[in-house]
């Protein structure tokens, strides 16, 4: 049993930043994926970045990309989203997502992730 918690959402202008923090507690192990997802108004749910902890790897949607960094520490079973750049259309609310298994990369698809945070809600205004 997995609990994911994010953090770190809130309200800022564009342009500015924001660091989000998934910490991951009960029982885990040691081959896993850590993502984040995010969902929109008006929007179906999307990948934002994704970490694996097998290979260390990281992958990112391309509207993010050069923006955000994904990384983390599997000692802590925390991962974060450094978010620069922010534009409005960033606006959503980020879930965090955790896949067990030995994947080289994070998987963009969020059928295949075992556990969900609550989410953490992101607005950018303009």
């Known amino acids: 049993q997995v609990q994911l918690v994010e953090s770190g959402g809130g309200l800022v202008q564009a342009g500015g930043s924001l660091r989000l923090s998934c910490a991951a507690s009960g029982r885990t192990f040691n081959s896993y994926s850590m993502a984040w997802f995010r969902q929109a108004p008006g929007k179906e749910r999307e990948f934002v970045a994704g970490?694996?902890?097998?290979?260390?790897?990281?992958n990112y949607a391309d509207s993010v990309k050069g923006r955000f960094t994904i990384s983390g520490d599997r000692t802590k079973n925390t991962v974060y989203l450094q978010m620069n750049s922010l534009k409005p259309e960033d606006t959503a609310i980020y879930h965090c997502?955790?896949?067990?298994?030995?994947?080289?990369?994070?998987?963009?698809?969020?059928?295949?992730?075992?556990?969900w945070g609550q989410g953490t809600r992101v607005t950018v205004s303009s």
């Open positions: 997502a955790a896949e067990l298994g030995s994947r080289i990369l994070a998987t963009m698809r969020p059928g295949t992730y075992d556990y």
């Open positions: 970490i694996s902890w097998t290979s260390a790897s990281t």
